[in-house]
């Protein structure tokens, strides 16, 4: 493999789970049950309102206590829930997937530049990733805060003109898939499910294929070989 590739590879539903999608559930409990409102509603209003910001490419679409704080003040609920503490306390619980510090370990010293590209905080995502022992195989660390912007703008991956080649890996067709490909970079679909529903929110079409599906980590290796 040369080693002028730069990969992007994705944390959340690619390299590990978190807890963070039940935390974010528990908050939006709170507020239902603090306004007597359906669950499902509050978390509508919570999906329209994270829509909005991803069409702008705002960080603020995955900080989450943001969300949290727009939501509860629209069902006139007080502040009195912190997904980032309540995080903190789960964070034990993540995981890794398909031995991922196996795959980590192989790709760091056969890639010039291996980058963890995740559209996640740094606040929700540093516990996870010190907890699964993840830093400590990659050259840099990507996110909406450090980058400015989320992973469907084009300068999320920018990097020196040197590396002559880009490839995102990940779980998610919209930004794994359709978005680095319509800035000119490989993808690797790493197909954990076949339903992405920001594809029917943003309007998006499968116009692009990805250069490799694989269906486990195990099979990144020989994935970039062909690309």
Known sequence: MARTFTVFVDLDGTL??????????EA????????????????LHSWRTHIELIKRADPLAFDWDYIYRVVSKFF???????????LQELCHLSKLLDNASEVLEELAHTVETLILATNGL???QRCVIETLGLDKYFDAIFTPDNRGCLKSCEKFYAVPAE??????????YTFDIYYPKKFG???IHVLRSESDPYLKWLG????????????SLKHLSVALLKL
Do not use: H
């Not at 789970?17 to 974010?24: C, E, F, T």
């Open 28 to 43: 939006y409990s709170y507020i239902a049950i603090n306004s007597g409102t359906n669950v499902s509603e509050v978390e």
């Open 163 to 172: 590396c002559n080649q880009r490839v995102v890996v990940g779980d998610n």
């Open 185 to 187: 970079l490989k993808a």
């Open 76 to 86: 006139g609920v007080s502040s009195g829930y912190s997904i980032e503490k309540r």
């Open 204 to 215: 998006i079409k499968r116009v692009y294929e990805p250069d490799a599906i694989i269906n």
């Open 122 to 124: 740094i606040k929700y």
């Open 16 to 25: 590990a789970v978190s807890p963070i999608s039940s935390v974010i559930r």
